[in-house]
């Protein structure tokens, strides 16, 4: 918990001291930051799961808003706005810069790489099995429209 608390002072720190906000917005920074960071690796821990048992497990965009605003409303409720990482006595240094960017490289990274071998798997699975693509594209508008307009001369 120590390492989430350190990870929130610092994404603080940075919004109140580089960026120049005030209290609010550095605090609704680094909610949504920290939040964007926690999604993104559930995110890719799903696909994960998904790719090795070849479950779905979600099944529409809508769950993932969902659980992205769920995960902020209490990311900010329980961490962020009790402010409990300020009172650890936190240092900015610089090995704890280098970890924490060293995190996001290492999380965004696995993120391609999961992506990459899930998008190969689809594409394997369409090609062992065209009948599931669709093979008749469907009538666009304007050509309805203009075979309307042939049947009415």
Same mark, same amino acid.
């Given at each position: ?33 920290? !939040? ?34 769920? !995960? ?59 009948? !599931? ?21």
């Amino acid at each position: 918990m120590k390492a989430y608390y350190y990870l929130l002072f610092r994404i603080y720190r940075y919004y109140k001291d580089k960026q120049n906000e005030n209290k609010f917005e550095a605090l609704f920074s680094a909610t949504a930051v920290s !939040t964007t960071l926690i999604s993104i690796n559930v995110i890719t821990l799903t696909g994960l799961v998904g790719f090795f048992y070849n479950i779905q497990l979600i099944p529409s965009i809508k769950y993932i808003v969902f659980g992205i605003l769920l !995960t902020g409303i209490l990311n900010h409720l329980l961490f962020v706005r009790a402010q409990k990482f300020l009172n650890y006595n936190f240092q900015k240094d610089k090995k704890g810069g280098v970890l924490i960017i060293a995190y996001i490289i290492i999380s965004a990274s696995f993120t391609f790489i999961v992506g990459n071998y899930n998008r190969k798997k689809i594409f394997e699975e369409r090609r062992k099995n065209p009948q !599931t693509e669709q093979t008749k594209k469907p009538a666009s508008l304007q050509s309805e429209i203009e075979n309307w307009f042939k049947e009415k001369k």
